[in-house]
């Protein structure tokens, strides 16, 4: 039983014949699981029916087709129609970034009813509009799909009805407003609660409110977890007042003047686990204020992420500071894609002080610090330091 990875490398029909070939041999003593044919310069059509029939021979779990932009509405809809009726192995499949556009439902609609256990779709970074998003989900009001992608896309306002409609009939519900979780809770033996991803397309902040605010049976109450919204058109609404509304995620349209306002609010919530400043253009000025705002009182976190941001050596020390001091329940921290070791200088007090207290982070079970212009003696220091 194996993975077969080729993320990057150029596959063509003749070698994923070849492959379905292999799988479907009697004697074949090759299980594939999972494949992930990512960015692999596939043009659609003459790649789908091999693909299609490695999915029906191995007993796929997960198939990965993401960026490949040639695969499109025409490779979607050939391997739709080649891909045998209930294919009951498949629960992942993913084709974010393939460029499917407007008219691609009839073959989403098509794929979903052939994976009738299909637990997750990723149509994110594609061009789906409203009305393709409505013909899907009205192929799902019936399926058991946990997980729809669509971040990305170009829904805007006019989805609304879709959604309501959709969510509706999903009882228990968990609607993912730009990744945020909202949650219903239903009868007994109701259809499985489903993920909705929206974040990063058109609709704006009158209609997320109403999503978010949507009550579907009496004993309704706001999921314990990530809660925020993101990428979408809000502009004009105070920071105090979006934060109170929604929580956590404020990425790519925070900045340092709006930390202390989100470092007061962790300062007095009970129940936020998890938020997320990823892309806000935090300095190390952003840190302490959200520092000294409050963040180190909180006593629920349980996830920080400030990726992809500008945070240097300073403002990560800031930041361990107040994980030593405070943030008792915080378990992972993720501070990667910042220049937090660009020149640093290693004989310096800040350094050393910084070794000194990942020695003392040790209730933290994930701490990510990819590209953080890290080299191999930093790295190693930093390991021993945890260890």
Known sequence: VVDLVMLGYSVDSAALSHLAAVCSGQSSSVHLKKIDLGRCSMNGEPEAKPIASIVASAHLTSLILDGNIGFGNLGLSAFAAALPEECTSMTRFSVADCRLEPGCAVALGQLVHKLPKLDELHLEYNSLRNSDVEVLLEELSSHHLQHLHLSKNQLDDGALDSLRRFLSARRPLFLSVCRSLFCSF???????????????NRMSEAVLDSIARQRLCSNDRVYQGARYVAQNRVHERSVSSLVQNYGGNFHNFASNSMMSSVGGYLRDDSHLVYIDLDGCHISDDGIRMLNNGGLRHNKCLQYLSVSNNCIHLLGFVTLLEAIVTGLPALRAVAVNDNPVFDNVEMSGALYTSCLQLLGQCSRLI??????????????????????
């Open 186 to 200: 239903g009868q007994a033996g109701a259809v499985p609660p489903c993920y909705i991803y929206i974040h990063g």
């Open 366 to 387: 994930l701490l990510h610090l990819t590209a953080t212009c890290m080299s191999d003696r930093v790295g190693s220091e930093i390991v021993k330091s945890l260890l």
